[in-house]
């Protein structure tokens, strides 16, 4: 199962503040859910679940198919993945793959090269691009340990595999790594190649670097 958890957008991206007001910031989230939503219809619907009370995160999920797992609570992400994770347990789920809505660069084959390189027990970590988050976690079996997400996780995400005696495969995937909290990470979103609706988006909100060609 893929948990996607999405707190709610009208309030997102409040480290962007300095950089855009919140309408601005409630349309970015959205376009990224959308571009994350996208190549994970093409994985499976049955196999995708959004964790959220977002009005528009549940249309979303029901306009692609998705299930959804209700977070009444909209504490944090760490709360929503526990609450998610207990509740697919329950009806025998025997892996969960955790991707957040902030990655929109994401693509079909991202996913499989997770699943590919997961251990038949133990987990698959995918770093952000600074080596401190953790932009994509799955756990074989659900129970092998918490998830606790914040901006220094990967370390901790890592020694827990280790101390559950388990198989940390650490896969570094690019389009994964980029997470956009920052205006640094915006304008690396806007400067990549790619027309991805967040990115059309983003060179709208900033101004996109000079190709090579265009300064020669």
Do not use: W
């Not at 480290?15 to 190549?39: C, F, I, K, N, S």
């Amino acid at each position: 199962m893929i948990l996607v958890p999405v707190k709610d957008t009208t309030t997102a991206k409040q480290r962007l503040a300095g950089l855009l007001d919140q309408p601005a910031r409630t349309g970015l989230a959205r376009t990224m859910l959308r571009d994350v939503l996208e190549p994970l219809s093409e994985y499976g619907s049955s196999e995708v679940a959004l964790v959220t009370r977002d009005s528009f995160a549940i249309e979303l999920a029901h306009n692609y198919g998705f299930e959804v797992i209700r977070d009444e609570a909209n504490s944090s992400e760490t709360d929503a993945i526990a609450m998610a994770s207990e509740a697919c347990l329950s009806r025998g789920v025997e892996d969960i793959l955790v991707i957040p809505g902030d990655i929109p660069l994401i693509e079909l084959d991202d996913v499989h090269s997770i699943y590919q390189s997961a251990p038949a027990r133990g987990c698959v970590l995918v770093p952000s691009r600074d080596q401190r988050g953790t932009n994509a976690a799955l756990r074989r079996p659900v129970t092998l340990f918490g998830l606790r997400f914040g901006n220094d996780s990967f370390v901790p995400h890592l020694a827990a595999a280790t101390n559950a005696g388990a198989s940390c495969i650490v896969l570094s995937l690019p389009r994964i790594a980029l997470d956009i909290d920052t205006p640094e990470d915006l304008k690396q979103l806007a400067n990549t190649p790619g027309e991805k609706l967040s990115q059309r988006l983003a060179r709208s909100l900033v101004q996109p670097e000079p190709s090579a060609a265009e300064r020669a």
